[in-house]
């Protein structure tokens, strides 16, 4: 059996489903050329059929990207596969993904079918498809919870009739590892043909168990592993695709190898986690926060010793530069430049003049200034094409004052003030753009965290408004966590229809 491990990314699909994280095409680009360059064998660019704008993605990324296989995803419907051959049309690898439920549950509620003609309809699509591409991906979704017998059946068929790779998905993270790698083993050894395809594993981690799940399964024969950046995805996301990668590179004894370099991880990392606006949890495997960090005594002592005491894996290896620029206040452009590019962040000369110049500002408000702030600082200049601007804002409030808000903002051109108050300083200041925006708003989800430490650092704000029945995502970063949350409103506010 080949030792090689195919890596799918599906971050550009099934990660992007994560509410508030949508990317634009421009951006989806971006991602998929670092994707290239860290090495992936697959990128699921999107599901062609489900929007103009996944379509659209889907053909650009297509055009942008060389060498890795090209993936649309369908559901087993003729229409689904029209569209998707049409947004692959540019790709020179490209594949169809489709498929359809084969757990009881599935074929019951959500077809309301039977098991023969699940069958039936999986081999037409797969047939279907096969007629205008040669690489036919079949997902049998819910197959974590299918009957072992009958998902053989399934996959037996789908071989026949022209899948080249086969997918196992755990869609509902339900799976223990052993349950899956024995899932996995079963079709080895019981499906006729199954050598003409390569097994791959989609694993979610609604139990924490995706990663273990997938590698349980490329013990037992998987050869290609579904996985996203930082494990992001629907829910509690997927298998995140730095663990798969070095799981594989630190256990030389499993003998499997993958195309990933892994120099690219830390990298890749921030920028997936900067653009779709989702930090990474400190304690995050591989590349969170303090992956490599050592507060005991103990631990600092062994590390200095030998770094192999406590760390199994050289931060170097995944991108980690053990001697990091240190940027302050008198810090240049160069060194700017420096420490974003290492992070994968690229910007134009006029992006990096403005960046530096809000760095100079934060930097003369913090003592440190660390990568998630450069992250956040590379991404500030989003405002200048928004239709509504923060002018200004002024906000008293304090013990046994009523906190009062004024704000002045800039709406195409147009100025307009207002003045209220609140229950505290970020409801004066929301309260006073509502007094300018007119129009029927509810906030739903309001988040703060900060990025770093201090009472100086900068706050994330993310936001959730409701308006005309349709969810808005705004954010914004500050070192005044009230003028964050209102740039944070107000980007809501730029992406409705109109203002």
Known sequence: MSKRVFIFDTTLRDGEQVPGCQLNTVEKI?????????????????????????????????????????????????????????????????????????????????????????????????????????????????????????????????????????NIPDTTGYCLPEEYGAKIRYLVEHVDGIHKAVISTHCHNDLGMATANTMAALLNGARQCEVTINGVGERAGNTALEEIAMILKSHKEIDLETNINSKKIYGLSRTVSSLMNMPVQANKAIVGRNAFAHSSGIHQDGVIKDMSTYEIIDPKDIGLDGNAIVLTARSGRAALRTRLEALGVRLSEEKLDKTYQEFLRLADKKKDIGDEDLLVLSGMD?????????????????????????????????????????????????????????????????????ITKGSNDVGKVHMQVEHEGKLYYGFSANTDIVAASVEAYIDCINKFKQV
């Open 382 to 450: 989003r405002s200048d094409d928004h239709h509504v601007k923060l002018e200004f804002l002024q906000v008293t409030s304090g013990v046994g004052v009523r906190p009062v808000a004024s704000i002045g903002l800039d709406i195409a051109g147009e100025k307009f003030e207002a003045a209220a108050v609140g229950n505290g300083p970020v409801d004066a200041a929301i309260n006073a753009l509502k007094e300018i925006i007119k129009r029927p708003m509810v906030l739903k989800e309001f988040t703060i965290q900060n």
């Open 30 to 166: 971006q991602i998929a050329k670092a994707l290239e360059e860290l090495g992936v064998d697959v990128i699921e660019a999107g599901f062609p059929i489900s929007s103009p704008g996944d379509f659209n993605s889907v053909v650009e990324i297509s055009k942008a990207v060389t060498w890795p296989v090209i993936c649309g995803l369908t559901r087993a419907v003729e229409k689904d596969i029209d569209v998707a051959v049409e947004a692959l049309k540019y790709a020179r690898h490209k594949r169809i993904h489709t498929g359809i439920g084969t757990s009881d549950s599935h074929i019951r509620y959500k077809f309301n079918s039977n098991r023969e003609e699940i069958i039936e309809r999986a081999v037409r699509a797969v047939k279907y498809a096969k007629k205008y591409v040669e690489d036919v991906e079949f997902y049998a979704e819910d197959a974590g919870r299918t009957e072992n017998e009958y998902l053989a059946r399934v996959i037996e068929a789908v071989v026949k009739a022209g899948a080249t790779v086969v």
